[in-house]
Nanobody
Framework: QVQFVESGGGLVQAGGSLRLSCTASGFTFSSYDMSWYRQAPGKARQFVARIGKQGETTTYGDSVKERFTISRDNGKNTVYLQMNSLKPDDTAVYYC???????WGQGTQVTVSS
């Protein structure tokens, strides 16, 4: 079955960095665009970034442009999110998702202290 396992979250001070990973299984990873989303307490899930099947294109949400970088390794079925210059507003549970699939992983918590 389709599974996503996110990792790499944690507690970091404002201005710090984290690198999230999401390892997928149960489908042909290289055939799908991959995205990261996040959900803060009491808020709707928000788009963060998307990457094309071979990493040829990337798209970012306005609030993370020029601070976050999405990448992928199709040989490892893994998508990454490098997060720099973190702000308290980045505090959320981060999830990865394959395009056109309704499956979600358990997410990884990112907490940014001021």
């Amino acid at each position: 079955q389709v599974q996503f396992v996110e990792s790499g979250g944690g507690l970091v001070q404002a201005g710090g960095s984290l690198r999230l990973s999401c390892t997928a299984s149960g489908f042909t990873f290289s055939s799908y665009d991959m995205s990261w989303y996040r959900q803060a307490p009491g808020k709707a899930r928000q788009f963060v970034a998307r990457i094309g099947k071979q990493g040829e294109t990337t798209t970012y949400g306005d609030s993370v442009k020029e601070r976050f970088t999405i990448s992928r390794d199709n040989g490892k079925n893994t998508v990454y999110l490098q997060m720099n210059s973190l702000k308290p507003d980045d505090t959320a549970v981060y999830y990865c998702k394959a395009s056109m699939m309704a499956y979600w992983g358990q997410g990884t918590q990112v907490t940014v202290s001021s």
